[in-house]
């Protein structure tokens, strides 16, 4: 991979490990993204992330089906509708009321990282996916396992 390009993306990521939004969110968004977009090694690297944020694995194991279960809050729930919105744009935009129910539960800069960590996650699972990244080799690094 490209070293430049690697830190370029990596400074998004920093950004975002220090923006206010949880990190287990984050990790959630990520997942999910991967989902949809079938990336190994990505769907490897946040569930493990998850798991050493303490995240339940019955919410992991039903983040695909997440509209069907009352294990997230209101606020998950927004989120998760606006990364697949903009993760399948391709299907008709955002709607409306995907970009009012996340503006209730996200501040204006919330909603900015929040799409921000969606197009990162996207462009990281695209680069993984073409540049045939082995997946099940990510380990957590050890300041999140202490944390």
Same mark, same amino acid.
């Given at each position: 991979m490209s070293p @430049? @390009?690697?830190k370029a993306m990596l400074g998004l990521e920093l950004y975002l490990n220090r923006s206010s939004l #949880? %990190? %287990?969110l984050l990790h959630m968004i990520k997942l999910r993204v991967s989902q949809i977009n079938g990336c190994a090694f990505c769907l490897d690297m946040h569930w493990k992330d998850l798991q050493a944020e303490g995240e339940s694995e019955?919410? !992991?194991y039903s983040?695909? &089906?997440w509209r069907e279960t009352d294990y997230y809050s209101d606020r998950e729930r927004a989120a998760l509708a606006w990364a697949e919105a903009i993760t399948k744009v391709t299907e008709g935009?955002?709607?409306d009321e995907v970009f009012e129910a996340t503006r209730q539960h996200f501040s204006e800069q #919330? !909603? &900015?990282d929040l799409t921000? &960590?969606?197009v990162a996650i996207n462009g990281w699972n695209r680069l993984s996916i073409a540049l045939r990244v082995v997946p099940g080799t990510y380990q957590v690094p050890k300041l999140k396992k202490e944390a």
């Open positions: @430049g @390009g690697y #949880e %990190k %287990k019955q919410r !992991m983040l695909d &089906a935009h955002v709607p #919330e !909603m &900015a921000f &960590a969606v």
